[in-house]
């Protein structure tokens, strides 16, 4: 029911910031806890941040202090700031969306995904 499109990645310098966005269609998006994963090739799809209904924010302590997830129900999107980006931070980004209350940092958890926004940090 729900379909979700990240958007805004790109390549960037090390040090630079980016914004993802990740706008949701088909379904009630104000309810939905939300989450940002990444994987880079060879690597497992990893938790980046994840946020609630009520706004609660949850990041992995890798972004912690960088990274900055929101969302803005009256447009249906979540957004993902991202400053003082490192190499490290290089993978293909994916927004996500579960059918639950709380926010999860499994990907299991999560029951729709859009399509990923690939981020390149060159030095």
């Known amino acids: 029911q729900v379909q979700l499109d990240e958007s805004g990645g790109g390549l960037v310098q090390a040090g630079g910031s980016l914004r993802l966005s990740c706008a949701a269609s088909g379904g009630t998006f104000s309810s939905y806890p939300m989450g940002w994963f990444r994987q880079a090739p060879g690597k497992e799809r990893e938790f980046v941040a994840g946020i609630s209904a009520s706004g609660a924010t949850y990041y992995a302590d890798s972004v912690k202090g960088r990274f900055t997830i929101s969302r803005d129900n009256a447009k249906n999107t979540v957004y993902l700031q991202m400053n003082s980006l490192k190499p490290e931070d290089t993978a293909i980004y994916y927004c996500?969306?579960?059918?639950?209350?709380?926010?999860?940092?499994?990907?299991?958890?999560?029951?729709?995904w859009g399509q990923g926004t690939q981020l390149t940090v060159s030095s």
């Open positions: 996500a969306a579960r059918w639950g209350t709380v926010v999860a940092t499994s990907a299991r958890a999560y029951d729709a």
